[in-house]
Nanobody
Framework: QVQLVESGGGLVQPGGSLRLSCAVS????????MGWYRQAPGKERELVAG???????NYADSVKGRFTISRDNAKNTVYLQMNSLKPEDTAVYYC???????????????WGQGTQVTVSS
């Protein structure tokens, strides 16, 4: 049983900061990639940031210079540090992990439950 548990969302004023965490537990043979997506009301879900097995990262243009994705391999946890938050960052943020459960199973995507981030004065 693989579980992804997100935390760190909440209400923050413009210019403030939040750090999201996503902890993966259960049977894990290997992790290929970890990332964060977000979905605002009435909009498509979009990739915010990703980090890959080799350590490389990528970011949506809208968050470059403000957000940082990182991981703790020992804890199977991925983080998203969000600084200089703007009202347009308001969305439900979802953690996604692509992992292989065992050596004889193919990699699959797993999703966290989502955490609300609201940026408002």
């Amino acid at each position: 049983q693989v579980q992804l548990v997100e935390s760190g969302g909440g209400l923050v004023q413009p210019g403030g900061s939040l750090r999201l965490s996503c902890a993966v537990s259960g049977s894990i043979f290997s992790i290929n990639a970890m990332g964060w997506y977000r979905q605002a009301p009435g909009k498509e879900r979009e990739l915010v940031a990703g980090i890959f097995s080799g350590g490389s990262t990528n970011y949506a243009d809208s968050v470059k210079g403000r957000f940082t994705i990182s991981r703790d391999n020992a804890k199977n946890t991925v983080y998203l540090q969000m600084n200089s938050l703007k009202p347009e960052d308001t969305a439900v943020y979802y953690c996604n992990v692509r992992l292989q459960v065992t050596a004889i199973t193919r990699p699959q995507n797993y999703w966290g439950q989502g955490t609300q981030v609201t940026v408002s004065s």
